[in-house]
Every structure is written in structure tokens, then in C-alpha cells.
């Protein structure tokens, strides 16, 4: 049944930039300079749909997140390593009764190239951001960023364009060249920060009692880290010290979240490292991240909000078993599919948790879900696939 809710009011703290150092110090509004830009018709802005949500940000006071009518922009490690990640995003907009496009004319980022071998240029990257932007714009759908990577980096691409009259210019003739018009979003949103808008509405919806489970939650720092200002915090969530993504929604759905200390540490992904120095990822994302949050809380699990915070902190978890006497066994999550999963989702058929690595079966035993009949229904399903060429699992068959 779809949902009708109000806008959301912020903290009225937040309302007036409780997180702002002060009025000479005051961060810069992108979004108010997007929209001069767009009065001086320097380009389109694409303005966030009604209904919206509005969440309070790290120092420019509020953000508005769309409801409904957006236009996902995919993942490709979420889509090659985690694909039960993605569907659980579009199986929340489902159950939320929230209408959504998945594009079939979206690029990659390309951020992967730009932030691991330094060969890209300013023109070529901003083109990728602003051809995806101008996509969504002519569907009539609004960007919902799935990759914290791209969102990180398209909100340094839009740092860019705003302040650079000749950077414009150039991405223009880019893409006058592909018959697409030069839009910018007014804001650049990630899928996490929809959940967390939407956070109790799915509390609302969840049919397990999640009160005995504790998480530990990795913030992403292609999220929080670049463009800081535009992150949400919430004066309610460590007391507006650190992003309110992802700690705030396991809160809602009465999870307990338990602090450690190398929370601000990076997952060992990297990007440069993952490429050219593999063990130090795997073995950082072991020894600084999982070993601390086993020593520190013990956790049932790990939530987070990036393709390469998930795969590194869960994949990873492989090469401890190498180690004489060593014990990191987590499991790992997105807080997309701990959502879906406390809303009734199929562990396999929508979360596809047979892609991880460390073993998520006592997880799901403490949460009340009986995996051993889903997984049997699961492999019914492949049976039945296998025996009919050409078919496939439909959302129907995904419930």
C-alpha cells in the first residue's frame, strides 16, 4: 500500500546550522549557487520532486530528498559483486509503494578511473556525471545515486562546474556533441540517505523484532569524507558528530548500535590499494575494522552504505582464515538488505546473501528468519529455471 507522508521537519538546531562553525566560517551553499547558475540559464537544474523529504546536513541546514519518481543510477560492484544490494533498494521502493525508473541508458561513473589511476582529466569525468544528470532529466525521473563512490564524486564534479565558468563551457560542447542539454541536479542524493528520510515508514513495516540484534556501522567515506558540509547529521544521532546515515535507520528499527573505536578508519578498500596492494586492503580491513568491532562490541553484524565498504569488509574476512589462531567472522550488510530483511524480503531470492563471504546464517537465526526452508524454496527456483530455458525470477516470485 503506498505511503503518504508529510515533509519531514529537521531539528530546529539544525534548522538554524547548529553544525556550521560559525557565521564567518559558514560552508557554502552548492545548492543555492546551482540555482543562480540556473537563473542565469548557465544550465537546467533538475528540481527534486514533490513529495520530498528534508533532513538536516552537516552545515548548509537542510537537505530535500525525493520521495517517489526516481531514476537509479546503478552500481558496478554492486551489480557484479553484490547484485542482492541494488534489488533490495528497488524491493523497499516497491513495498513503499514508490514509483521508480531503472535506466538502461546510464553509464558508469567512471570514478573508478578517477580516483585509482589519476589518468582522467576534469572535462572528461564532469561529461560522465552531466550525460547521466542529462538522462535522468529527459526521463522525467530523479537521480538516486546507489554507489557512494559516484555520489562522492559527483558532488566534487559539481564543486567544479559551480565555480568553474570555463569547465562549463567545455563540458557543454561535450555534450552539445551527444544532443544532450547541460543539467544539474539540485541536489545530488544517495540512496542512503532515502532510507534514512524514509527510515520509519519501513520501521513501520517490519514484521521481525530486530531488539536483540547489535550492529556495528562502517560510514562510507566516499560519503561523509568529500564535500563534508553535504552529509547528514542529526543533533539526535551522536549528538551531530558523526553522519546520521545508517546509525540512525538500524536505531529505528530498534537495533543496538555499539561504537568502536576505528570507526573513522577506512574499510581498506581504498581504491589505489584494492588495485596494487591487495593484502594491505585485506589485511587492514581485518585488523583496523572486523577484529576491532569483534574485540570492542561483538557484533551480530556490520551495516554499511558503499559497493566497496561491503565487499572489502566482508570479502576480506577469507584471508584471516589463513592465520594460525585468528577469529573474524561477521557478517556484512548493507543497510538496504538488514532493511528488506526486517520488512520480510527472501534472504536469497531478493537479498541474495548466498554472494557473501563470511558466514551470515547465525544472523539471520537470531533475527527469526528459518534460512535452511529459504533456501531450499531458493534452490527450487533454480531447478525450475534450469528446467525452462529463458526464464527468469520476476518481482512477483521475489514477493
Known amino acids: 500500500m503506498p505511503i503518504n507522508l508529510p515533509v519531514i521537519q529537521p531539528a530546529t538546531q539544525a534548522r538554524k546550522g547548529v553544525f556550521a562553525r560559525g557565521p564567518e566560517e559558514a560552508a557554502e551553499s552548492l545548492r543555492d549557487r546551482t540555482l543562480e547558475l540556473g537563473a542565469k540559464g548557465e544550465w537546467i537544474v533538475h528540481r527534486v520532486p514533490e513529495p520530498c523529504l528534508e533532513v538536516p546536513t552537516r552545515s548548509s541546514g537542510i537537505k530535500r530528498v525525493p520521495l517517489g519518481h526516481t531514476w537509479h543510477h546503478k552500481s558496478c560492484g554492486q551489480c557484479g559483486h553484490i547484485p542482492g544490494y541494488s534489488t533490495s533498494i528497488f524491493w523497499l521502493h516497491r513495498k513503499l509503494g514508490l514509483e521508480y525508473e531503472d535506466p538502461r541508458d546510464q553509464t558508469s561513473c567512471t570514478a573508478w578511473n578517477y580516483y585509482a589511476s589519476a589518468t582522467a582529466n576534469q572535462a572528461a569525468q564532469a561529461a560522465v556525471a552531466l550525460r547521466n544528470f542529462a538522462a535522468a532529466h529527459e526521463s522525467g525521473y530523479y537521480p538516486l545515486i546507489h554507489c557512494a563512490t559516484s555520489y562522492g564524486?559527483?558532488?566534487?564534479?559539481?564543486?567544479?562546474m559551480v565555480h568553474h565558468q570555463a569547465l562549463r563551457d567545455q563540458v557543454r560542447e561535450i555534450l552539445k556533441k551527444m544532443g544532450k542539454p547541460l543539467v544539474m541536479p539540485e541536489e545530488i542524493v544517495h540512496y542512503s540517505e532515502w532510507i534514512y528520510a524514509v527510515r520509519h515508514e519501513i520501521a513501520k513495516r517490519k514484521v521481525l523484532d530486530l531488539s536483540g540484534i547489535t550492529a556495528t556501522v562502517h560510514p562510507a567515506c566516499h560519503y561523509y569524507k568529500l564535500v563534508q558540509e553535504d552529509?547528514?547529521?542529526?543533533?539526535?544521532v551522536?549528538?551531530?558528530?558523526?553522519?546520521?546515515?545508517?546509525?540512525?535507520?538500524?536505531?529505528?528499527?530498534?537495533?543496538?548500535?555499539?561504537?568502536?573505536?576505528?570507526?573513522?578508519?577506512?574499510?581498506?578498500?581504498?581504491?589505489?590499494?584494492?588495485?596494487?596492494?591487495?593484502?594491505?586492503?585485506?589485511?587492514?580491513?581485518?585488523?583496523?575494522?572486523?577484529?576491532?568491532?569483534?574485540?570492542?562490541?561483538?557484533p551480530d553484524v556490520t551495516l554499511t552504505h558503499d559497493t566497496g565498504c561491503v565487499t572489502t569488509l566482508d570479502k576480506s574476512q577469507f584471508a584471516a582464515q589463513a592465520h594460525t589462531g585468528v577469529r573474524a567472522a561477521i557478517p556484512v550488510l548493507s543497510e538496504a538488505q538488514f532493511c528488506a530483511l526486517a520488512m520480510g524480503a527472501h534472504p536469497y531470492r531478493v537479498c541474495q546473501l548466498h554472494w557473501h563471504a563470511a558466514d551470515y546464517r547465525p544472523l539471520l537465526e537470531k533475527m527469526g528468519i528459518d534460512w535452511r526452508e529459504r533456501w531450499r524454496e531458493f534452490e527450487d527456483d533454480v531447478a525450475r529455471l534450469k528446467a525452462n530455458p529463458g526464464t527468469y525470477l520476476t518481482w512477483d516470485d521475489a514477493g
Not at 564524486?153 to 567544479?160: D, F, G, P, S
Not at 552529509?231 to 539526535?236: E, G, H, K, L, S
Request: glycine fraction near 10%; include cysteine.
Open 153 to 160: 564524486h559527483y558532488k566534487e564534479v559539481r564543486a567544479e
Open 231 to 236: 552529509a547528514i547529521y542529526d543533533p539526535d
Open 238 to 298: 551522536y549528538g551531530g558528530h558523526r553522519t546520521a546515515i545508517v546509525t540512525g535507520v538500524a536505531q529505528a528499527l530498534g537495533v543496538t548500535v555499539g561504537d568502536y573505536s576505528t570507526w573513522f578508519d577506512c574499510c581498506g578498500f581504498g581504491f589505489r590499494h584494492i588495485l596494487v596492494q591487495r593484502d594491505f586492503s585485506r589485511s587492514f580491513a581485518v585488523q583496523r575494522k572486523i577484529e576491532a568491532m569483534r574485540d570492542e562490541v561483538n
